[in-house]
């Protein structure tokens, strides 16, 4: 079974321009949630949806959106980048709604100049 | 206060040594406790899923969760220098609430 795919893996990007991030969870897996991973921060949950709704959302600004597709696979949206947005963004699968047993994908590695 | 801490190294053992990773927590509703072990450059990868208290065991790899005290552990026995990596620890709510991570400890097995 295929694992779980992000694209682009690496973006450079300047400040106050907006970006788009896709993933396609594992077969069969109908919810994905998104992290934002920083050196200084760890792990930040974004949000999580399951069946093109978003169920849970984390403590990030408005500039940050997502969607999920009819075929499960979502996309991440950060408008108005700031230097700050520089992060490994993580997308992660499971089988259900806040499954505890996640699969993450290999990030997207963004840049902002 | 954060919800869940762990101390983030780094840690540096000799090769074949046991290793010891911890994390506290300080919400009681937390019953599914999760270890992730990420390489650079990658994404984490599952390596224990506990629910509640106890041990569970796979391979050289243990988890121990103690509730009464909201402590997790993972013990690695006989590391090698593929165990270097960072390990997070990660936990949730029943009912599907979204999954706490820790800081994560990064990891130095040496040769």
């Known amino acids: 079974k295929a694992g779980v795919t992000q694209t682009p893996r690496y973006l450079i990007k300047t400040r106050g321009q907006q970006v788009t991030l896709s993933c396609s969870p594992i077969?069969?897996?109908?919810?994905v949630s998104w992290y934002q991973q920083t050196p200084g921060q760890g792990l930040q949950f974004l949000f999580e949806?399951?069946?093109?709704?978003?169920?849970n959302k984390g403590n990030f600004p408005g500039r940050f959106s997502g969607r999920q597709f009819s075929n499960s696979r979502s996309e991440m949206n950060v408008s108005t980048l700031e230097l700050g947005d520089s992060a490994l963004y993580l997308c992660?699968?499971?089988?259900?709604?806040?499954?505890?047993?996640?699969?993450f994908g290999p990030g997207t590695r963004l840049t902002v100049l | 206060q954060k919800e869940v801490e762990q101390d983030p190294g780094p840690l540096s053992v000799p090769e074949g040594a046991i290793v010891s990773l911890n994390c506290t927590y300080s919400?009681?509703?937390?019953?599914?406790f999760m270890w992730y072990r990420q390489y650079s450059r990658k994404g984490p990868e599952l390596l224990m899923y506990?629910?509640?208290?106890g041990n569970k065991e796979d391979g050289r790899f243990t988890a121990q969760v103690d509730k009464s005290s909201k402590y997790i552990s993972l013990f690695i026995r006989d590391s090698q220098p593929s165990d270097s990596a960072t390990y997070l620890c990660?936990?949730?709510?029943?009912?599907?609430?979204?999954?706490?991570f820790g800081a994560g400890t990064r990891l130095f097995v040496k040769a």
């Open positions: 992660a699968s499971s089988l259900v709604a806040g499954g505890d047993t996640q699969y």
């Open positions: 077969s069969g897996h109908r919810s």
């Open positions: 949806y399951f069946s093109e709704t978003q169920r």
């Open positions: 919400n009681s509703a937390f019953q599914y």
């Open positions: 506990t629910y509640s208290s």
């Open positions: 990660a936990m949730s709510k029943v009912g599907g609430f979204k999954t706490i």
